[in-house]
C-alpha cells in the first residue's frame, strides 16, 4: 500500500465548475497534510495546509480532513484554466519527513 | 517573502564531471531539503537537515554528497552520476520542530547526465 494515494487521473472539468481531488494516507501518526500545484516543467507551489479535521477556507480553495477515514481533499470553486495543473498532496509523518502522492492532473476546460 | 533560490536553472555534465546545486533561503528556516523528481513523478525526498545537520539520508547512493554549510545555505555535491539521474532537482525549506511545517520549494535545478 503506498503511503499517500491519489487518483492520478487525468481529471477534466469545465471552467466556472467545482473540481474535487481527493488523497488517502496510510499512517495514522500523520500530523499535517498540504497540496501543491505544480504546473508543467515548473516546481511545487504551496496552495493549502490542514492540521485538524474539518473544513479550512482560502479564497476558491476549501481543504478538508478527515483523520479517522485517513483522508484530505481539495475543492476548487469557480475553476479557472489558469487552474490547469498538477496538484499533489503530500503528508508530513513526523518532523520533516514529507511524503508526496502520485498527483492528480486537472485540465480546467474553457 | 517565501522565497527558496536555487542555481543553476540548468546543469548538463558528464559522467565522470564534478559539479554542485546550490539553494538559499533567507526566511530564518533550519530545515532545508533536497528532493529528485522525475518526468510525471512525484517528488522523492533525498536528504533532510535540521540545523545544519543531517537529519534523514533516504539510501541515497554516495554519488550524491549533500553539504550544509550555514542556515541559509544548502548544497549538493555531484560526482560520477549516471544517465538515470538525469532529474529535476528540488531544494524546499520549512521551519523545524513541532507543529505546522509548511515546505516551500525552489525552482529547482534540471540536470541532464550524458
Known amino acids: 500500500q503506498k503511503e499517500v494515494e491519489q487518483n492520478s487521473g487525468p481529471l477534466s472539468v469545465p471552467e466556472g465548475a467545482i473540481a474535487s481531488l481527493n488523497c488517502t494516507y496510510s499512517d495514522r501518526v500523520s500530523q499535517s497534510f498540504f497540496w501543491y500545484r505544480q504546473y508543467s516543467g515548473k516546481s511545487p507551489e504551496l496552495i493549502m495546509s490542514?492540521?485538524?479535521?474539518g473544513d479550512k477556507e482560502d479564497g476558491r480553495f476549501t481543504a478538508q480532513l478527515n483523520k479517522a477515514s485517513q483522508y484530505v481533499s481539495l475543492l476548487i470553486r469557480d475553476s479557472q484554466p489558469s487552474d490547469s495543473a498538477t496538484y499533489l498532496c503530500a503528508v508530513n509523518k513526523n518532523n520533516n519527513d514529507m511524503r508526496f502522492g502520485a498527483g492528480t492532473r486537472l485540465t480546467v476546460k474553457p | 517573502d517565501t522565497e527558496v533560490t536555487q542555481t543553476p536553472k540548468h546543469l548538463v555534465m558528464g559522467m565522470t564531471n564534478k559539479k554542485s546545486l546550490k539553494c538559499e533561503q533567507h526566511?530564518?528556516?533550519?530545515?532545508m531539503y533536497w528532493y529528485k523528481q522525475k518526468a510525471k513523478k512525484p517528488p522523492e525526498l533525498m536528504f533532510v537537515y535540521s540545523y545544519e545537520k543531517l537529519s534523514i539520508n533516504e539510501s541515497v547512493p554516495s554519488r550524491f554528497s549533500p553539504e550544509c554549510p550555514n542556515s541559509s545555505l544548502l548544497n549538493l555535491h555531484l560526482h560520477a552520476l549516471q544517465p538515470e539521474d538525469s532529474a529535476l532537482y528540488l531544494c524546499?525549506?520549512?521551519?523545524?520542530?513541532?507543529?505546522?511545517?509548511?515546505?516551500?520549494f525552489g525552482p529547482g535545478t534540471r540536470l541532464t547526465v550524458t
Open positions: 524546499a525549506s520549512s521551519r523545524p520542530g513541532q507543529g505546522a511545517r509548511e515546505q516551500y
Open positions: 526566511m530564518g528556516h533550519r530545515a
Open positions: 490542514i492540521y485538524s479535521n
